[in-house]
């Protein structure tokens, strides 16, 4: 009954969700070409082979996560899909030898079209993609779906948690799921009612590069809500003991907002990053990195980029998404999480370590080394599944 009403409903709206998203092409966030796809199923099908996988990431975030599969998954035949136009393009450059689509939303007619189309094997899902009609559909079709990197925010926990027969119907239809942490895993269990898998997290997959740190602070993935409390900080800091401030907007577009916010005095001394693909040499070059979605009821963002890079990580309070992982970096002194919105504070504390020296190379490989020793399990559960 709940898929029914669920299909239903699509149907309904199907008017005001093409509305939307004609609106998303003013604001660069959607092309005819991710249209067409999503909405219509419009792709050469005569250029794709069959594939043994697709790979499907929603966003930037997912996109990083995949490396370790693709590189390590024996069979090479892939098919990537993706939602948004960033994710897209940046995919396009990372992985040139495989093809790179944008998935079909999840409406009946898309997906029986795509599968008529084109024969998978086994659809890999990262992070917390769930879709009925994909899964319900794809598995009719004896097509595998595997959850990899699993993760559920307590408001989607609590949400699946509400409709738990429509819950545990979903979770039947995967094949194998693995969970981001051991506390994603029991949410997982809890609304699906299933075994779920913990063999590391894919994003401590990394490549290291920690190389010796000049004076500078990056603000990463700091989203609109944030712009002025990050320019609170900024004003407290002292600005003669620092090279440069990057500032990474968690969404690009509104880097003309973020900058005409910013005092004439600042300047020549703050860098804002506004292309995707450059946070590796922002990470590489700073010696501290503020996590955004921090000063806010958002959750947090991953540490673990900048970490991998040698920064020493700065978050505020807000970090519910990553508790686990920020509770291990302080304790190895590899971070620190601000408990109170008290922006002198933090100003305070930047200039405190903005002129230390940190010798945490080797901390941070045996973190990651650590983290990801099981992830080669993962490989062989898919291949065998």
């Not at 980029?305 to 807000?318: H, I």
Request: glycine share 4%; net charge positive.
């Amino acid at each position: 009954m709940i898929i029914f009403s669920y299909n239903f409903l699509q149907i309904i709206f199907f008017p005001i969700f093409i509305f939307f998203s004609f609106l998303r092409i003013i604001t660069n966030k959607e092309n005819l070409t991710s249209l067409g796809q999503k909405f219509l199923c419009n792709y050469n099908f005569s250029e794709m082979n069959d594939f043994e996988y697709l790979i499907h990431f929603a966003s930037i975030g997912e996109l990083n996560s995949i490396n370790y599969l693709v590189e390590n998954i024996s069979n090479k035949k892939i098919l990537l899909t993706c939602s948004t136009l960033s994710s897209y393009n940046l995919a396009k450059k990372k992985y040139h030898k495989y093809p790179v689509i944008f998935l079909p939303l999840d409406f009946r007619w898309n997906i029986n079209k795509f599968l008529q189309h084109i024969k998978l094997k086994k659809i890999i899902w990262i992070d917390s993609e769930i879709w009925p009609n994909w899964l319900i559909i794809s598995n009719r079709k004896n097509i595998k779906n595997i959850l990899v990197n699993g993760r559920l925010s307590n408001k989607s926990f609590s949400r699946w948690k509400s409709i738990s027969s429509f819950s545990k119907l979903l979770g039947s239809q995967y094949s194998l799921i693995f969970s981001k942490s051991l506390e994603d895993k029991k949410k997982f269990e809890i609304i699906f009612d299933r075994e779920v898998l913990y063999h590391g997290n894919l994003k401590f997959y990394q490549k290291l590069n920690l190389t010796n740190k000049k004076n500078i602070i990056c603000f990463a993935s700091i989203h609109r809500e944030e712009y002025e409390n990050v320019l609170q900080i900024i004003e407290n800091l002292e600005l003669n003991s620092i090279k440069q401030i990057i500032i990474i907007p968690r969404h690009i577009h509104l880097s003309s907002k973020l900058r005409s916010m910013i005092k004439d005095i600042y300047l020549n001394k703050i860098h804002i990053l506004e292309k995707f693909g450059e946070n590796d040499t922002a990470y590489e070059n700073s010696k501290l990195t503020f996590m955004g979605g921090s000063l806010f009821n958002h959750g947090g963002q991953n540490p673990i980029e900048p970490l991998s890079k040698g920064c020493f990580v700065l978050s505020g309070q807000y970090i519910n998404n990553f508790l686990e992982i920020y509770a291990d970096l302080e304790d190895l002194s590899l971070a620190k999480v601000f408990k109170e919105k008290n922006f002198e504070k933090i100003g305070s504390d930047i200039n405190k370590y903005i002129n230390m020296e940190f010798n945490n190379a080797a901390k941070i490989k045996n973190y990651l080394d650590l983290n990801i020793k099981q992830l080669s399990l993962i490989i062989d559960k898919v291949e065998e599944c």
